[in-house]
């Protein structure tokens, strides 16, 4: 079934997926998106690496509008890290709008107020999520499903079978 009322689908989702899962989950991306390609889609993502990134693709891959919202004025330079700054620039160039909130530093509020700007603005979430929850974030990905569930906007979990989140470094 393909929609063709403009959809805003925002992103929450692990960042440290395994290289296995990426494939996995860059899939189950692009089949949850693609009934709302051909209806106006526009992704709102803060373009984090793992499920943020890979989901701004997929909207860009289907032809969507992404809106990428940075939780702070120090985002890029301070948690985006080497091995992810060339997918930022990409995605933050890409973006058919780019806002910065005005946190001076990354953390637990700023990624907080990233999620609610996030979920103002969507019609529904879809959360690349285990189902774990990491304790006093705030913003993390089983907060950002509460706070959208509390607010009754659909959300989709996707996590594939075979999918796994590496342990941080």
């Known amino acids: 079934m393909t929609t063709t009322t ?9 960042i440290h997926l395994t290289e296995a899962s990426v494939p ?10 693609a009934p709302f390609a051909d209806g106006g889609l526009t992704g709102v993502s803060c373009l984090a690496m793992g499920a943020d990134s890979l989901f701004a693709d997929a909207v860009l891959d289907l032809g969507g509008r992404l809106v990428a919202i940075v939780p702070s004025l120090d985002y890029r330079e301070r948690v985006v890290g ?7 620039d990409r995605l933050a160039a890409a973006a ?8 001076p530093e990354a953390g637990p509020a700023a990624y907080a107020d990233a999620n609610r700007a996030m979920l103002a603005r969507a ?4 959360a690349v999520w285990d189902g774990r929850t990491a304790p ?12 959208a569930r509390e ?19």
């Open 96 to 103: 058919g709008e780019l806002l910065v909130l005005p946190h």
């Open 136 to 147: 006093g974030t705030g913003g993390g990905t089983a907060d950002a499903v509460r706070v």
């Open 24 to 33: 996995l989950v860059r899939d189950a991306l692009r089949t949850a998106l």
């Open 82 to 88: 080497p091995g992810h700054a060339g997918t930022f």
């Open 6 to 14: 403009p959809t805003t689908i925002a992103i929450t989702g692990h």
């Open 123 to 126: 019609d529904r979430l879809i």
């Open 151 to 169: 607010a009754g906007l659909p959300v989709e979990v996707v996590w594939p079978e075979g999918a796994a989140r590496r342990t941080a470094s």
